[in-house]
């Protein structure tokens, strides 16, 4: 693949090398650095002057230090001449902060963060956003350039084959109603029925109550959702589904972001297995929970990147195609 350059951001160099691996490329030369004072500096270790460029950088970890350093390095090999610069975000940092969703006298003063962060990738330079399962789609329509939002539904659907023998006798459950969308295009694929469990919170990371809409008696009930924070809905929602008859839980999630309580909760969760991808680094998280499972999706992310090279079409591709 000649005139493309890929570059691995800190955040999840496991990922990056994968895909380069994948790509039959070598990660090219950058240091990064921060100063005394924590700003972050970046040298780009090679010439990227008529270059496709490719920077793998996922929103996780210190996901305010990695935004930073995916701005500069982006506007460096922007600088530096590169005819494109590709911005590939596994997991994309504020997604959750796609609309103004607070109530009462704050409302007009809620941000739109993710609209803030797609402007920002705009302004340093990027030419072209890569990036998976976005919790919302419309952010897609943040960005004046192009946007390619892939899927981990192929890699799911193959997972679930492939490890759970009774997935003829699955059903595909939704932890709320926005993802009814996602759970009904899985469980057609699999010929299955679906069901959701609505939701209600009083406030951010906290549920008050669940109502279950569906049978799941005597069936493995599979939870899909696009992530999965500090958990407390996913183990509500297994608790909802062993007590409805459900004979085994699993739950499959894109992104497994395990903060706070997360890890102890599904330790101490009704589930066969929780499996994300890993578009966020879980090595560490395994070591303290067996129950975790991880579907890699390097390739998934290197076809993308040899597609759009290409100038081939990427969305069309991972939303109807099976791996």
Known sequence: MPNIVLFSGSSHH?????????????????????????????????????????????????????????????????????????????????????????????????????????????VAGADHIITMDLHASQIQGFFDI??????????????????????????????????????????????????????????????????LVGDVKDRVAILVDDMADTCGTICHAADKLISAGATKVYAILTHGIFSGPAISRINNANFEAVVVTNTIPQEEKMKHCPKIQFIDISMILAEAIRRTHNGESVSYLFSHVPL
């Not at 380069?20 to 921060?34: P, Q």
């Not at 500069?72 to 796609?98: E, G």
């Not at 469980?187 to 209600?200: P, Q, S, T």
Request: charged content about 25%; glycine content about 6%; proline content about 3%.
């Open 14 to 122: 496991d990922l990056s090398q994968r895909v380069a691996d994948r790509l039959g490329l070598e990660l090219g030369k950058v240091v990064t650095k921060k100063f005394s004072n924590q700003e972050t500096s970046v040298e780009i270790g090679e010439s990227v002057r008529g270059e496709d460029v490719y920077i793998i950088q996922s929103g996780c970890g210190e996901i305010n230090d990695n935004l930073m350093e995916l701005l500069i390095m982006i506007n460096a090999c922007k600088i530096a001449s590169s005819s494109r610069v590709t911005a590939v975000i596994p997991c994309f940092p504020y997604a959750r902060q796609d609309k103004k969703d607070k109530v009462g006298k704050n409302c007009s003063r809620a941000p739109i963060s993710a609209k803030l962060v797609a402007n920002m990738l705009s």
């Open 146 to 211: 192009p946007v390619d939002n892939l899927y981990a539904e192929p890699a799911v659907l193959q997972w679930i084959k492939e490890n759970i023998l009774e997935w003829r006798n699955c059903i595909i459950v939704s932890p709320d109603a926005g993802g009814a969308k996602r759970v009904t295009s899985i469980a057609d694929r699999l010929n299955v029925e679906f069901a959701l469990i609505h939701k209600e919170r009083k406030k951010a990371n906290e549920v008050d109550r669940m109502v």
